[in-house]
């Protein structure tokens, strides 16, 4: 375990106490937070914290709502359909998350219910150390430090850090292991986050209503908003790639499940060859192709930023017979939204369709 850096401000005892006074008066209200006083379920503090990794508060709502109804309890999520879970995942993204929080249903569920313990918690799919700081907080109110990129940012401020993310992730995560208080550490971590999202936030702070406005080193040198600094981020790298639309003599369109490992592992796709560093020339692209049939190179190309790198995907289109397709499914175009498609796919049958209907 680190060590806090030893030129804290006031103690720490007083910067927590402060924020969780602000905290009870400005605390947002959020579905899956519980009134205070109240055990908050792990279940859905999990959920809840799943969801919201890359994802705004606002987008999440409704997709918490739908899936507390749909899947209650852990057993219930634990029980599902990957594929349904997957289906209603669509829209939140990054979807490696969907597939660990089904599996992590059923690893909570097996195991009789969530672990209470920070290590515990961190050994489970799909649950990182900020994660399993958030539950271990505030479902089972361990003494963790919960350190997401707001609750970084207001550190980086409050200590005035000076070494640029990522590299100043250490020191930031020993600010808030000496912060956390033994008393309410649900809370505090929920205020820290709050403090991030609503005062503390990445353009102009509204340091005038910060709890720690009078001993925060930025607001007292003005370096509020240039902090955190961070680490130049090296260009993403492109991959190229060639999706092949196929229909065939009903009108259906041809589908297929990549596989569970790797880039959105599970999911449905319109078939396309790998995606490489190397442009596909049209000749190698057809001999990938899922069927034999009379391609031809739709004008254009779909664009699609991932984390990692950024991905140009030209389409084939081509008529072909059911009977010719060695794997996949035939979907018909009214029917595809019943099938858990990435956005990326989204996009390349948006593009095919569009051409379809200009010819
Ligand atoms: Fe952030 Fe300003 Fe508060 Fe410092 S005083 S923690 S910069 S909002």
Redesign the pocket.
């Known amino acids: 375990m680190l060590r806090a850096p030893s030129m804290l401000p006031p103690v720490a005892a007083s910067l927590s106490a402060s924020l969780l006074t602000w905290y009870d008066r400005h605390r947002r209200v959020l579905p899956w937070r519980t009134p205070p006083g109240e055990a908050a379920d792990p279940y859905r503090v999990w959920l809840s914290e799943i969801m919201l990794q890359q994802t705004t508060v606002a987008t999440v709502g409704p997709y918490y709502a739908r899936f507390l109804t749909r899947w209650p309890d852990v057993a219930a999520l634990a029980r599902a359909e990957l594929d349904d879970v997957l289906h209603a995942w669509q829209g939140l993204g990054y979807y490696a998350r969907a597939r660990n929080l089904h599996a992590c249903a059923r690893a909570v569920t097996r195991r009789g219910g969530f672990p209470s313990t920070e290590a515990e918690l961190a050994a489970l799919p799909g649950i990182g150390p900020y994660t399993a700081a958030a539950i271990a907080a505030i479902a089972f109110g361990c003494r963790a430090a919960a350190v997401d990129g707001n609750a970084e940012?207001?550190?980086a401020?409050?200590y005035a850090v000076p070494t640029p993310l990522p590299a100043a992730k250490p020191h930031l995560r020993a600010y808030a292991d000496a912060l956390v208080p033994a008393d309410r550490p649900g809370d505090f971590a929920q205020a820290l986050m709050d403090?991030?999202a609503t005062?503390?936030?990445p353009k102009k702070?509204?340091?005038d209503?910060?709890?720690?406005?009078d001993v925060?080193?930025?607001?007292a040198c003005g370096l509020?908003e240039a902090?955190p600094r961070r680490a130049a981020k090296p260009a993403k790298p492109r991959r190229h790639g060639v999706a092949f639309w196929t229909v065939n003599e009903a009108g259906a369109v041809l589908l297929r499940r990549r596989p569970e490992r790797g880039l959105l592992g599970g999911m449905m796709e319109v078939p396309s060859t790998d995606w490489r560093t190397r442009p596909w020339k049209d000749g190698e692209a057809k001999k990938a192709a899922p069927v034999k049939a009379r391609w031809r190179r739709l004008a254009g190309t779909v664009e699609h930023g991932f984390t990692h790198f950024d991905l140009e995907l030209v389409i084939f289109a081509a008529a072909a017979k059911s009977a010719t397709a060695r794997e996949g499914l035939w979907v018909l175009p009214s029917r595809l939204k019943d099938h858990a498609l990435p956005s990326v796919m989204k996009k390349v049958i948006a593009w095919a369709q569009n051409a379809d209907a200009a010819r």
């Open positions: 940012r207001a550190l401020r409050l403090l991030g005062v503390c936030t702070p509204r340091c209503l910060c709890p720690w406005r925060c080193q930025a607001n509020a902090l």
